[in-house]
């Protein structure tokens, strides 16, 4: 079974993926968590997140490689969590889809939280972060990030915690019979 989950910034791709392999796990389902990011490159090469960003602007390569690690990632596991910015539109065999979004607001409120940042600089990070990908992956690959109809289901995550979040994906998979 393959869970493809996608969003933007601050939206809790991460925190999901986590909490949905914890239910699984309850069900006697082991699944494989893959969140392939680029904050892990920045950590890896010790620069910022958004120098980051600007190669991968430069060179289409740089996508596509990490895209590429992320599906062969993905193929190899027999269950799998898959959260990325892409992971609707690229994980063709997934058995459900995933796009999770959030009022702006909140995002601000989150990433402010989670990566001490001021208000200020929040919104100046994800306007320009979600701006960088939506142009990039439109050069890149022909998909439109603000297009969510390559998802099943969209979730507010503002709407429900963490856990209301996974449990609603958890009981979309029931429904479908996958679980």
């Known amino acids: 079974m393959k869970i493809a989950i996608s969003g933007f910034v601050g939206t809790g ?4 993926a986590a909490k949905v392999k914890e239910l699984l796990a309850e069900k006697g389902i082991v699944a494989e968590v893959i969140i392939p990011t680029f904050k892990d490159i920045a ?3 010790g620069i910022d997140l958004m120098e980051v960003q600007r190669m991968a602007e430069k060179d289409p390569s740089f996508d596509k490689v990490f895209d590429s690690q992320t599906l062969k990632m993905a ?3 027999k269950n799998a969590i898959i959260a990325s910015w892409l992971a609707v539109w690229i994980i063709k065999d997934a058995d459900l889809k995933v796009f999770l979004y959030t009022p702006f607001e909140e995002k601000v409120r989150r990433i402010a939280e989670r990566d001490g940042f001021n208000e200020a600089k929040a919104k100046k990070h994800i306007v ?13 690959y022909g998909i439109d990030i603000t297009d969510y109809s390559a998802a099943d289901v969209c979730i507010n995550t503002s709407k429900f915690n ?18």
């Open 128 to 140: 320009e972060r979600e701006e960088m990908n939506r142009k990039r992956y439109i050069k890149v």
């Open 75 to 77: 193929a190899k596991a």
């Open 43 to 45: 950590k890896e090469k």
């Open 162 to 179: 963490v856990e209301g979040v996974a449990r609603n994906i958890v009981s979309i998979l029931e429904v479908k019979g996958k679980i």
């Open 13 to 16: 791709k991460t925190a999901t």
